[in-house]
């Protein structure tokens, strides 16, 4: 799992540089987390995982806002962000977190 980590946060890194977006966030947790939302539920279980992916926009880490596709972060790059992380091996699915702080927190907990 910590492998899957460390290539699915890679991989997203890749594509923001590419496209030359770190600069439009702050920060973008990327959360592995045990769900598989593609597959048959009478097979055994899973060894896939989703990923989350959560990029924020804050100038002081005590209030902010989700990064909005098509706003803070263009939506090819979006777009370029799940096909990478997709190719991970043993990911099943992306997720893209719009919570704001308040009420969510700056990491994703």
Known sequence: ???????????????????DAL?????????????????DCRHVPSTKHSVVLRPFVTQDFMTGQAALPGKHLPMECVQDIVK???SVLGISRVLYDLTDKPPGTTEWE
Do not use: C
């Open 1 to 19: 799992a910590v492998v899957s980590t460390q290539s699915t946060g890679a991989a997203a890194m890749d594509v923001l540089k590419q496209h």
């Open 23 to 39: 600069k439009n966030i702050s920060q973008m947790p990327v959360v592995l987390i045990p769900l598989h939302f593609d597959r």
């Open 84 to 86: 990478q992380v997709r």
